[in-house]
């Protein structure tokens, strides 16, 4: 098993930021490919971005690429998921999960954390 802890959410204005931070333990982190995904209230999770095991691969959603960037510290355990002029659609529980395939559909990925939340008011 991987247990992986989001921290880094909170309460924002629009046009602010946000640096998620998730820590693995229990498994290699650094063979796996890293994902974050959200989940609003009533909608279904959905991918945002995705980084390599090596870290010179990411990936965005249409939706946060430019605004976001994805990476990792292989030493640390840690991905990190740095968030730019945040709009009140960001609002969302964020995820990270870890899985073996890039860069992987959600049911690719095999362990997730519990999230944490991302409020931004308008």
């Known amino acids: 098993q991987m247990q992986l802890v989001e921290s880094g959410g909170g309460l924002v204005q629009a046009g602010g930021s946000l640096r998620l931070s998730c820590t693995a333990s229990g498994r290699t982190f650094s063979i796996y490919t890293m994902g974050w995904f959200r989940q609003a209230p009533g909608k279904e999770r959905e991918f945002v971005s995705a980084i390599k095991w090596s870290g010179d691969s990411t990936y965005y959603a249409d939706s946060v690429k430019g605004r976001s960037t994805i990476s990792r510290d292989n030493a640390k355990n840690t991905v990190y998921l740095q968030m730019n002029s945040l709009k009140p659609e960001d609002t969302a529980v964020y995820y990270c999960?870890?899985?073996?395939?890039?860069?992987?559909?959600?049911?690719?990925?095999?362990?997730w954390g519990q999230g944490t939340q991302v409020t931004v008011s308008s």
């Open positions: 999960a870890a899985g073996r395939t890039w860069p992987g559909r959600k049911s690719d990925y095999d362990f």
